[in-house]
T-cell receptor
Framework: DVKVTQSSRYLVKRTGEKVFLECVQDMDHENMFWYRQDPGLGLRLIYF???????EKGDIPEGYSVSREKKERFSLILESASTNQTSMYLC?????????FGSGTRLTVV | DQQVKQNSPSLSVQEGRISILNCDYTNSMFDYFLWYKKYPAEGPTFLIS?????DKNEDGRFTVFLNKSAKHLSLHIVPSQPGDSAVYFC?????????????FGKGTKLSVIP
C-alpha cells in the first residue's frame, strides 16, 4: 500500500511565523497535491506538482508556496502565517485510480 | 463556479436504514467519479468509484449510481451503521487531459443515529 506521511498531526504557530508542512511518500508517484479543508468549504486545492522542481498553483495559492526538490517530498510553506490560515492541511498523491491522502496536519495560528 | 456540488451539508439517518448521499456535476468531460470518507482529524479515505461507462458499482454495503444524462450520482449505504458517521466527499476527474487532478464537492456530513 502507498504511504503518505505528513510530519505533524497538530501544530500551533504564531502570527507572522514561517511555517513548513512536510509530506513524504514511499512510492515513485509524480503527482502530489496540497489541500486545505475547512467546514462548509470542502477541500480546496492550494498547489500541486507533477514532477521534481515543478509546481502549479491551485485555486487558493495566496499566502503559500511549495517546494519539490526530491520526488518523494512535497513541502507547503506559509511565508508569514496568519490566523485565517488556521485549517486542516491535507497532502495527497494522485494516481490513475484516485488519491491517497496523508493523515492531515491541523494547524492553528495564534 | 462549482463543478461538483453536494447540496446537502448534512444528513441524519437511523441505524439500519438507508443513507443516500447525492452529488451533481456540471462538466460533461468528467469520466471518473469517486467517493471519499473522512473522519475528524484524519485524512480522507477512498470508499468507492465509478467510471462513466457504468451506471452502478457495488462494494458490500456501498453502492454508487451514476446518471450521466442528469449529471448526477448518488451513494447508497445499506444498512447504515454508527461507524459510517463521517463527512463524505464526492470527487470527479477528467482523464482525457492526462491529469490526475480531482475536483471535490464541499462534502456531506452523515450522522447515523443508534
Amino acid at each position: 500500500d502507498v504511504k503518505v506521511t505528513q510530519s505533524s498531526r497538530y501544530l500551533v504557530k504564531r502570527t507572522g511565523e514561517k511555517v513548513f508542512l512536510e509530506c513524504v511518500q514511499d512510492m515513485d508517484h509524480e503527482n502530489m497535491f496540497w489541500y486545505r479543508q475547512d467546514p462548509g468549504l470542502g477541500l480546496r486545492l492550494i498547489y500541486f506538482s507533477y514532477d521534481v522542481k515543478m509546481k502549479e498553483k491551485g485555486d487558493i495559492p495566496e499566502g503559500y508556496s511549495v517546494s519539490r526538490e526530491k520526488k518523494e517530498r512535497f513541502s507547503l510553506i506559509l511565508e508569514s502565517a496568519s490566523t485565517n490560515q488556521t485549517s486542516m492541511y491535507l497532502c495527497a498523491l494522485g494516481g490513475w485510480d484516485g488519491y491517497t491522502f496523508g493523515s492531515g496536519t491541523r494547524l492553528t495560528v495564534v | 463556479d462549482q463543478q461538483v456540488k453536494q447540496n446537502s451539508p448534512s444528513l441524519s439517518v437511523q441505524e439500519g436504514r438507508i443513507s443516500i448521499l447525492n452529488c451533481d456535476y456540471t462538466n460533461s468531460m468528467f469520466d471518473y467519479f469517486l467517493w471519499y470518507k473522512k473522519y475528524p482529524a484524519e485524512g480522507p479515505t477512498f470508499l468507492i468509484s465509478i467510471s462513466s461507462i457504468k451506471d452502478k458499482n457495488e462494494d458490500g454495503r456501498f453502492t454508487v449510481f451514476l446518471n450521466k444524462s442528469a449529471k448526477h450520482l448518488s451513494l447508497h449505504i445499506v444498512p447504515s451503521q454508527p461507524g459510517d458517521s463521517a463527512v463524505y466527499f464526492c470527487a470527479a476527474r477528467y482523464s482525457g487531459a492526462g491529469s490526475y487532478q480531482l475536483t471535490f464537492g464541499k462534502g456531506t456530513k452523515l450522522s447515523v443515529i443508534p
